[in-house]
């Protein structure tokens, strides 16, 4: 993430960008963004952002770089291939949509047509989906979400039964499977999360793994930048990381 500010053309020092990077961050429907740049100047304040990187557009001496949400996988090469949102979620579309999840039935040949498709992108692009979709599925990874009961389960004395690490993750997976629009909508709103608790698409996590195999030859053995193992998101799980 970006920061600009510029105060009636003065410019802030490093002590004031690490100021604002400490206390701001933006928040889009769908989680955090990419990238915003912020502007001050004349007593006004605006903003722009984006959920690709901005690229190179660094005025000299008037940014400060730093990411919403550090992620969580130190030691990852941070040069990996990066797919765009609207292209992960072109592919995402071929599983067909939140209709054909509903029991999740077929759901093992809906990821085999993605499988097809996504083998014939760039070994690079592989990659950056298995990037997107740890990404997409860590910003799901909340508390909101998590702790709300398996929709139709009870326990054994009637009482609302929970959802596992596992089962927590392999619906988030599900509403991802769902489309951009299902997965936009659900931020804010667990309500429209909750019947994706009886959903469990564990397959969407291993088919570009499977892909990239299959393509190179050579088993999928890396890290993504975003660790998306239940309760990993910090600012997810604020309670579980003070």
Known sequence: M?????EAGVECDGDTYDEIRKALSLLSPAGPVAEFLLHVQDGQTWFRWSDESFG?????ND???NKSVPPPNSGVDQSLPVMTWERFWQLVEVLGGEAGIETCQGFEDACGRLAETLSREPVGQIIGFGERLAEALYRLDQADFGTLPVLGM???DGSPFPQSDDGFLYSRAAVVA??????????????RFAPFTALQCEELLYVHEEVFEQVTGTEWDRLTRYDFETCSNADGWPDLHK
């Open 63 to 65: 940014h400060v770089g």
């Open 154 to 156: 009870e326990s054994a």
């Open 56 to 60: 190179d557009e660094d005025d000299e």
């Open 178 to 191: 769902a489309g951009r629009r299902t997965y936009e909508s659900v931020f804010g709103h667990p309500e």
């Open 2 to 6: 970006r920061y600009r500010s510029r």
